[in-house]
């Protein structure tokens, strides 16, 4: 089901993220996708929408029914929603907690929908205090003290199964991407020597040219010859369909032993008797072992990610209260201008003291409103005082729902903003 949701490519990305924002109640969005997650960051005016919308559009794009694809997604909701992206960003989300590439993937996937226009304020400043969160969690715990990835993961079952025997023996890597090299590096400090197998030798060659002799390069097109001579094989491609097919095997007696990790798959199913697949769901025993044992790190990370999450929404309350600040202030220069009219034209005040009558009654007001509209950005910051943004609005007749949908309506058409 993952490899149908996964998106693999940034056309198909944009295209979906344009997709979401042009319903009204989606502002803002960003896509990750990876070999072990796909999920869909919303700022939203209406989460029930938000989320079907969702749900309809994947189920289209991925063929799966929308009932199932509902019944296997997760949702995340509001403050849920924020500490579980800080989780995310922090790896302690990941396959394998602690893993070092997760925190650029997300920073990638926000940075392509940013210059696409469909990120834009809110989600810019979460992916900010992400990272913070993300970078204090790192220093404070030691939980990504030995980077791991999910190809040391593998390299590291290789080595499992093989013993000291993969010293010495020759490993095909197919894709030089970062998963390749990644796994390239680890099956190098294992003693295996490696040939990368891609469709640009000369990129793969200035890629890998500082990691020594026992690196070779060739062209993919010669992948049927490297996997009926070697047993050790690593396939991380972006390829939406398998690369390695039955019809790819001449030499059935050869024990293989396969790791693919890629999302959708590059090896199809298929069953010879001294063939073994791992799969990176198959790795997922490993992940929890590593779990269990950074798991005094994983509950500190835990409570620095909540930290940040009550941060944000600190910041996130006070961006919220501006709008009614602005709004009661325009509901002040209303008023003046229409009391001011009334004096004119009653003979209050002579025609051409007009704009110095404005000028003071502003500074009247502006002194009046001065302590009032501290105050309230004070209060907004503490989540008991929820009820006072309330109280003030009613008392004001100011309607925010619409004040906030002019400010996204008016960029709506441009996709989001400058942040």
Not at 14 to 30: G, K, V, Y
Not at 216 to 227: A, G, N, R, T
Request: with cysteine; proline share 1%; net charge neutral.
């Amino acid at each position: 089901m993952r490899e149908n949701l996964a998106f693999s490519n940034d056309n198909e990305t944009i295209e979906m993220l344009n997709l979401l924002t042009e319903f009204e109640f989606i502002n803002e969005a960003f896509i990750i996708s990876t070999c072990n997650r796909v999920e869909i960051v919303l700022a939203t005016k209406n989460n029930f929408s938000s989320y079907h919308t969702i749900l309809g559009l994947m189920a289209k794009k991925s063929d799966l029914n929308f009932y199932t694809l509902k019944n296997m997604a997760v949702r995340y909701d509001d403050e849920e929603a924020v500490e579980h992206i800080f989780s995310v960003v922090s790896s302690l989300d990941s396959l394998v907690v602690g893993e070092s590439q997760i925190t650029g993937q997300v920073k990638e996937s926000f940075a392509l929908s940013h210059k696409n226009r469909t990120a834009g304020r809110k989600l810019n400043r979460l992916i900010a205090y992400a990272v913070k969160c993300a970078a204090q969690v790192r220093n404070i715990t030691h939980i990504s003290q030995n980077p791991i990835s999910i190809a040391s993961v593998a390299v590291a079952q290789a080595h499992t199964l093989l013993g000291d025997n993969i010293s010495g023996m020759t490993s095909v890597v197919i894709g030089a991407g970062e998963m390749g090299i990644l796994a390239t590096k680890h099956l190098l400090r294992a003693g295996s020597d490696v040939v990368i197998l891609g469709r640009d030798v000369e990129k793969i060659e200035l890629l890998v040219k500082n990691l020594g002799e026992n690196v070779k390069v060739d062209k993919l097109d010669k992948l049927e010859k490297y996997i009926n001579r070697y047993r050790l094989v690593f396939s991380a491609t972006s390829s939406k369909k398998p690369i390695i097919t039955k019809k790819h095997i001449i030499n059935e007696s050869l024990a293989r032993l396969w790791f693919d990790m890629a999302i959708p798959r590059d090896i199809e199913d298929m069953e010879l008797e001294k063939l073994s697949i791992f799969r990176i769901d198959d790795l997922r025993a490993i992940s929890e072992s590593n779990h269990a044992l950074r798991e005094e790190q994983a509950v500190c990370a835990a409570e620095i990610v909540k930290k940040y999450k009550d941060d944000f929404y600190t910041w996130l309350r006070t961006l919220s209260v501006e709008p009614v600040i602005k709004q009661m202030r325009l509901n002040v220069a209303s008023a003046i201008e229409m009391e001011l009219e009334r004096a004119i034209k009653k003979g209050f005040v002579p025609k051409e003291d007009e704009e110095n009558m404005r000028k003071m009654a502003e500074q009247m007001f502006n002194r009046f409103l001065h302590d009032p509209t501290q105050h309230l950005r004070k209060s907004s910051t503490e989540k008991k005082n929820a009820n006072c943004m309330e109280a003030v609005t009613k008392m004001f007749n100011i309607n925010i729902e619409n004040i906030d949908l002019k400010q996204y309506k008016n960029n709506h058409h441009k996709k989001g903003y400058n942040a």
